[in-house]
T-cell receptor
Framework: ETGVTQTPRHLVMGMTNKKSLKCEQHLGHNAMYWYKQSAKKPLELMFV???????ENNSVPSRFSPECPNSSHLFLHLHTLQPEDSALYLC??????????????FGNGTRLTVT | QKEVEQNSGPLSVPEGAIASLNCTYSDRGSQSFFWYRQYSGKSPELIMFIYSNGDKEDGRFTAQLNKASQYVSLLIRDSQPSDSATYLCAVRNTNAGKSTFGDGTTLTVKP
């Protein structure tokens, strides 16, 4: 399998549930990202990991908890979410001489609905 | 003022015409500029990236960057109905550790 794969594709969860989103990249990249895309809003960067170290955290609420066990895998752990957290969550990776300035390769996303 | 602003859409052009998509940014420290295309219900995919002032051409696509004016554009020549999508401008300032996307411009190419 090539590219960036995300699971699950769709997720419906209650506000008291705990769930995790998974992302795997098969491109040999050294940086991975979580983005949130809500309707009528621009893509919002949530977290960046470079060489498995978190390098950016854009004031994301603590109910979102990222984990990067190695350079190929990225998780987003979710707990006690709110209905306004319903959105498309996109994972991306990048690699190149320019490191974090290299273009992003996106996964297909997880469509999350919080009820 | 938004950090990255794109021309308000939707933009509609006839097949074969040139589509012009514009983007301005406020962070003068921005170093890298990207254009992504996103079809409805799909994830964004890279169209072009540009790091230096001037033009960069790739097939029917040309990216133009003017750092002094804080302006980046994407021209699509000989537009095709398959080019109909939302185009996202992204700007990165590595020193500040910041990546910002615009709201996107929806383009419709009419046969």
């Amino acid at each position: 399998e090539t590219g960036v794969t995300q699971t699950p594709r769709h997720l419906v969860m209650g506000m008291t549930n705990k769930k995790s989103l998974k992302c795997e990249q098969h491109l040999g990249h050294n940086a991975m990202y979580w983005y949130k895309q809500s309707a009528k809003k621009p893509l919002e960067l949530m977290f960046v990991y470079s060489l498995e170290e978190r390098v950016e955290n854009n004031s994301v609420p603590s109910r979102f908890s990222p984990e990067c066990p190695n350079s190929s895998h990225l998780f987003l752990h979710l707990h006690t979410l709110q209905p306004e957290d319903s959105a498309l969550y996109l994972c991306a990776s990048s690699q190149g001489d320019r490191g974090l300035d290299s273009p992003l390769h996106f996964g297909n996303g997880t469509r999350l609905t919080v009820t | 003022q938004k950090e990255v602003e794109q021309n308000s859409g939707p933009l509609s052009v006839p097949e074969g015409a040139i589509a012009s998509l514009n983007c301005t940014y406020s962070d003068r420290g921005s170093q890298s500029f990207f254009w992504y295309r996103q079809y409805s219900g799909k994830s964004p995919e890279l169209i072009m990236f540009i790091y230096s002032n001037g033009d960069k051409e790739d097939g029917r696509f040309t990216a133009q960057l003017n750092k002094a004016s804080q302006y980046v554009s994407l021209l699509i020549r000989d537009s095709q109905p398959s080019d109909s999508a939302t185009y996202l401008c992204a700007v990165r300032n590595t020193n500040a550790g910041k990546s910002t996307f615009g709201d996107g411009t929806t383009l419709t190419v009419k046969p």
